[in-house]
């Protein structure tokens, strides 16, 4: 945990590229602008979100991410 807690915001670039990279090399699709739209769309919705809040405990930071509830202390 870690480890994502450090390098959660290289998941939204990554997921660019390797979405890019299908939708070009497997899906035969072309490089114009309608594509790259969509892909920053779809790794948008699937990067995750940081929320932070407080509570008793002090300041938390969650990270949201689809189907994943993770919270991690600051």
């Not at 450090?6 to 590229?17: A, D, G, R, S």
């Not at 995750?48 to 600051?74: A, C, D, M, S, Y």
Request: hydrophobic letters at 50%.
């Amino acid at each position: 945990m870690k480890l994502f807690k450090k390098t959660y915001f290289l998941i939204f670039p990554l997921l660019i590229v390797i979405i890019q990279l299908v939708s070009t090399k497997i899906l035969d699709f072309q490089l114009d602008t309608l594509t790259i739209i969509v892909t920053i769309g779809i790794a948008y919705l699937l990067s995750p979100r940081v929320n932070t809040f407080e509570n008793q405990q002090g300041i938390q930071t969650q990270i949201v991410w689809l189907f994943l509830k993770k919270t991690i202390k600051e």
